[in-house]
T-cell receptor, first 115, second 112 residues
């Protein structure tokens, strides 16, 4: 079974803090994704990575950055957390090309609250 | 661009009732189609998928058929249980694109 793990299930931070969310997958997938999920807005893609050290902006990259130094690990960084970044953050991984038709596989999510 | 439309609003039904959640899509070429389920407090799980026209995906009593002529991928289950209460997302992946386009999701509540 594909396993995607996220470093924390719940996180509480203060405005202005630097926040790191970590994601690890164990299936050698090329692609990794960070989404945020908010009521009424569904899932929105923040950033994704298709290879080590490679990244592309998603639909809402402002206020976030990412890092992928190893194939299995993809980090989301909030440089200076703000209250409007309070949300559920979901990490996912998947294969490229035709094998991508198998879908993306998600972690359990991190519920981040910024006070 | 690619997009997925799910019917508006939550769905509330009684145990053993028939469930349908509508999903239509806009995409070029021949996308792959997916249904994901999210149980309370958890991440998304892949429920079923179909990669070409007329394919039927099925899992845990749920089914969906890839209908290219109507650009639809409706989810059905013949007899729901309380444990099926969750949010259901329809998604597509177009050819040559590693991103998924998601619908807004439908909250399903099954009452005993």
């Amino acid at each position: 079974d594909v396993k995607v793990t996220q470093s924390s299930r719940y996180l509480v931070k203060r405005t202005g803090e630097k926040v790191f969310l970590e994601c690890v997958q164990d299936m050698d997938h090329e692609n990794m994704f960070w989404y945020r999920q908010d009521p009424g807005l569904g899932l929105r893609l923040i950033y994704f990575s298709y290879d080590v050290k490679m990244k592309e902006k998603g639909d809402i990259p402002e206020g976030y950055s990412v890092s992928r130094e190893k194939k299995e690990r993809f980090s989301l960084i909030l440089e200076s957390a703000s209250t409007n970044q309070t949300s559920m953050y979901l990490c996912a991984s998947g294969l490229s090309g035709l094998a991508g038709g198998r879908g993306q596989f998600f972690g359990p999510g991190t519920r981040l609250t910024v006070l | 661009g690619n997009s997925v439309t799910q019917m508006e609003g939550p769905v509330t039904l009684s145990e053993e009732a028939f469930l349908t959640i509508n999903c239509t899509y806009t995409a070029t070429g021949y996308p792959s189609l997916f249904w994901y389920v999210q149980y309370p407090g958890e991440g998304l799980q892949l429920l079923l998928k179909a990669t070409k026209a007329d394919d039927k995906g099925s899992n845990k009593g749920f089914e969906a058929t890839y209908r290219k002529e109507t650009t639809s991928f409706h989810l059905e289950k013949g007899s729901v249980q309380v444990s099926d209460s969750a949010v259901y997302f329809c998604a597509l992946r177009s050819q040559g694109n590693n991103r998924l386009a998601f619908g807004k999701g439908n909250q399903v509540v099954v009452i005993p």
